[in-house]
């Protein structure tokens, strides 16, 4: 079993910056990768960055790239999601999911998420 949970979401304006941290706990012997989504209101679940565990190999969403670096902290097991240049249509909730998927981009591929953070940019 392993818990995830997520933390700095906020409101702030567009142009801003914004630092998400995901902590992660419980048996995460079991985990090869640790990954970023997020969800709008009536929209569907969107890839936006991952990373495998052991090789700190990244990727990420065509949308956000260049945006966003994703990073972690091994000895805390805690990923973080630090986001610039934030647009209005990067509103969402944003999750963090982990598991051993094969493609790290896929949501499905992942066994355990987080309860999500907000994150509303305005203009």
């Known amino acids: 079993q392993v818990q995830l949970v997520e933390s700095g979401g906020g409101l702030v304006q567009a142009g801003g910056s914004l630092r998400l941290s995901c902590a992660a706990s419980?048996?995460?012997?079991?985990?090869?990768?640790i990954g970023w989504f997020r969800q709008a209101p009536g929209k569907e679940r969107e890839f936006v960055a991952a990373m495998r565990w052991s090789s700190a190999y990244t990727n990420y969403g065509d949308f956000v790239k260049g945006r966003f670096t994703m990073s972690g902290d091994n000895a805390k097991n805690t990923v973080f999601l630090q986001m610039n240049s934030l647009k209005p249509e990067d509103t969402a909730v944003y999750y963090c999911a982990a598991g051993s998927p094969g493609d790290i981009s896929i949501s499905t591929l992942y066994d355990f998420w987080g309860q999500g953070t907000q994150v509303t940019v305005s203009s």
């Open positions: 419980g048996d995460t012997t079991c985990i090869s990768a």
